[in-house]
């Protein structure tokens, strides 16, 4: 019965960033992700991090993405920046490997 939510997506220009937001109901998890998937290929992983702050990237995303975590909020962060194209995707928040939210459209495009 996790609730997941995120936030945050939209229709941005190449270069531009974004920032998404993920919402757990009631409690916080020790692992928390972004994974992301565009039209006509497999769920990826984009970033994620822990309790203790420890975080793992996508190497297509390193260096241009950072998540963060409030655990006093119950919520963790993607922020992109210098969007390209090639991140368009419908981008979901999970939750200890388990819990998975609705997803957000990010759309890069001129």
């Known amino acids: 019965q996790v609730m997941v939510v995120e936030s945050g997506g939209g229709l941005v220009q190449p270069g531009e960033s974004l920032r998404l937001s993920c919402a757990v109901s009631g409690t916080m998890f020790n692992i928390m992700g972004w994974y992301r998937q565009a039209p006509g290929k497999e769920r990826e992983l984009v970033a994620s991090?822990?309790?203790?702050?420890?975080?793992t990237y996508g190497d297509s995303v390193k260096g241009r993405f950072a998540i963060s975590r409030d655990n006093d909020k119950n919520s963790i962060y993607l922020q992109m920046d210098k969007l390209s194209p090639e991140d368009t995707a419908v981008y979901y928040c999970?939750?200890?490997?388990?819990?998975w939210g609705q997803g957000t459209q990010v759309t890069v495009s001129s």
């Open positions: 999970q939750a200890a490997f388990s819990y």
């Open positions: 991090i822990t309790s203790g702050g420890s975080t």
